[in-house]
């Protein structure tokens, strides 16, 4: 028990630690402090020069906006479409899809959408090609749309796996099936029956991975500078460029609107609650009326098709990045290259392998002490006295509802000053605070959802409670931990202001070379570094797969579950 | 809580402890090189071109057999990121032993890092010893960093000259001026437009705008005042507001950077776009990624030109290992291979004609590249205005088209 205790201990003082740092390193030059600078005198002008930037205001509608959308488009599409097929043939091909969808970084999807939906995209050489109008592309704002709405899908679409995934690992805790025909029982039909007696409970398992992601999606930053507009950018993409101002009094701007993040952030997880509230009172109203809802046919169908379609977007992407890596000469609107050559691959530069290195290295360790920490944390909490999914390891989850813009370059200031920055350890350790959460977030249901009477059991045989955890519990949770480690390993990889900024350039990856490759614009390189990038996490994801297969090769019952 | 605070407000007071190892000394060089030595200097460099990747990385692997210095290239994609770390590293106080080493920068970034202390004081690039065939006579902007002194703060790497390039395909006819260019803009709508400012190729598109609409470029070469800045930057400001409207978009969206709008002309969204490097039509379409059919061409009256440089910042961790890389950027061998088309393709600082005959066969032996004009066909070369006016302009341009209704 003792030892035991040292894990939620650890976690907290690797996650919170660095989060609170960063968050005073950015809060005290926004308030005018920062003596370097040759300003000491606590004061607002910084948050009067951000009130005074052009276009502010729009701005934080569109972080506002975009975010709110993206995080409720996703989670309806994902209810919608387990309230209408779980249990299903349909179900069971696109949850195979979770995976390697999950395993694609955002900004490489985002890339993928634009080759797809841009003017001089694959779509528009389509329709050139079938109806011969087209010579150029046409002048059309569709990418960097001053509303935000590709940016809005690619997060969708990014989104969408997962919550799909977080859904499935929390609907077995939810006894779904014995409601489901409850509800089938009483005249309902699948979707509304779903919302009555499913859903509440399902919510509250996935509240914490919904919220996450209006955290995430109200701050992005990579997305939002492929995909979003530009006069004016979202928030975060502004902080950016002021943090990057050569005119070093801009830095003092760039904290202040990193302070107006963190409220803007605030104020959509706030409208998201007040939301919540809105859904239940709807739902009420609705039981009370007594509305069956049999014919809802159509409406599955669409949460069908719509489930499919942002796969298949993504999916696609995937394609148009490949083929853009071996192509040669592609003009508009031809569909297809004029011919195809390696060459791009060929003359990747060497430096690639040191970066694949670095990413696995990285991704490996910070995959690996994530879980290791997690499942002390909740092995802690499960031989606590008041066992269950508390309050208690809430705390954990902080790093998820805070922006990452806003406390990066603050914890930068203090890694410095200990001359820590530019360290392996360093970086690690800012990974894991990025990928501990995400370990945690999908560890938890199934770890909860876990019978507690096998563990009974052992204990009435007189083993310890260390022989339930590692012959009992953790053998029977190996397809979720594994799921949880691949989960962490694609989140390590994906991570590139955290890297660039924490490991002075020093620990380049996959991400941080794609990122400065992309930067020059050219697209055959743009593919071939993006789906370098998607790689690795595919083959985590994949690993995970094989070895939990191997595993339950002859336990029917862990087969079934998770 | 308050402890932590309390540690970041005595972090952020910074020490008071003077900048590191000054009495490294390049005049004398054989101990410059023994230090060097062994030692692994960062250089951060922008990252987003194969090309230059591939030459630095030659650079680095032959400093490494000849003087045993191991140089790392650090891959950025916007060098403000390097000003931004160092800044962060002087407040931390972190006064030696710094991450970055070596760094690619001119202009208004250079003013930013020498106006706030953040390079190495003591002058060291005029020391070097491949300093002395520099062509300073001849190219003013070698010591005068966008009209500010350079003062042995930056060694000299590379000469950029604003050059434009059409799709011979597309446009038969480029205009040779800013007004041609108004003029054809309004005639083909939605076939222009000009990265983001303030990304710096969109910076300097404006830069040229000015000087050439403005009045008498003389003011320019002065620090920027609000009444300087009225009267000199209308004409640019009625410039834009008549071709905005006309802009590829519409004006309502802009390429991002550089590697954006070469990317258009390459899908045939735009028909001319614009480049720093006098050779770059010719390496893109060399990779494929311009069609062979894409030219260049210049602004009768001139168009901007400036050099490029390597800084050592005041911390830096490896600075005699960082001048031994800077010395060999500047030697006749490296800026050479430098110029090379094939290679990168970047004009020389030095001045040819003082070197050994050896060494001028290497240039000599350059052949242009297909898109590339000729030495004598590029034009006069426009000074960069002083650095208080970039400043200016992209605030004024933010307010003005920053945000469109």
Redesign the interface.
Known sequence: MSALRLFPIAAFFVLI?PV??GL??VF??AFG?????GR?ALSLDAFADVMA???LS?SILLSLGSGLAATAISLLVVTLFVAGWRGTRVFAALERLVSPLLSVPHAAAAFGLAFLIA??GFLFRLGAEATGLLE??P???IV???LGIAMTLGLIVKEIPFLLLMTLAALPQTRAGEMERMAASLGYGRIVGFVHTILPALYGQIRLAVLAVLVFSTSVVDVA?ILG????APLAVRIL?W??????AM?FTAAAGAVLQIGVTILALVIWLIGERLFGFVCRVMALSGWRARADMAMRQLAAFVMALSAAIVLAGLCLLALWSVA??W??PDPLPDSF?F?TWM?M???IAAAFGHSLMLAGASAILAVVLALGSLEFRARSGRPGPGRALGVLYVPLLVPQIAFL??L???F??L?F??AFLAVLLVHLVFVFPYVLLSLSDPWWAWDPRYGHAVRALGRSPNVVFWRVRLPMLARPVLTAAALGFAVSIALYLPT??IG???W?TVT??A???????????IGATALLQALLPFLGFAIAALVAAFLSRNRRLMRAGA | MRALLALISVLLLGSLAQAGDERLDPRNWDAVLAEAKGEKVFFHAWGGEPRINDYIAWAAETVKERYGVRVVHVKVSDTAQVISRVLTEKAAGRHEGGTVDLVWINGENFAAMKHQGLLRAAPWSTELPNYRFIDVENKPSVALDFTVPVDGLEAPWGMAKLVFFYDTERLSEPPASASQLATWIADNPGRFTYPQPPHFIGTTFLKQLLVELVADSDVLMEPATDESFAAAAAPLFDWLDAAHPKLWRKGRAFPRDYGGMRRLLADGEIDIAFAFNPADASSAIASGELPDSVRSFVFEDGTLGNTHFVAIPFNANAAAGAMVFADFLMSPEAQAKKQDPHVWGDPTVLAVERLSAEDRARFDALVLGIATLAPDELGPILPEPHPSWVSRIEHEWARRYGVVQ
């Open positions: 630690a609170a740092a005073a390193g005290l030059p402090y920062l003596p370097v600078l000491s930037m052009p276009g729009r003017p001089s150029r592309p002048d059309l704002l960097n749309d001053r500078l507009p530009t006069t004016p460029t943090q990057q101002d050569a005119d070093l830095h040669g000469p003009r508009f050559s060459s003359r530069p060497g430096s370059f603050g930068q200031i203090l410095s000053y001359g920055d530019g660039l900024v002075a350039g020093r380049p941080t070379e990122v400065a490759l992309a930067s020059g614009g050219d697209p055959r390189l």
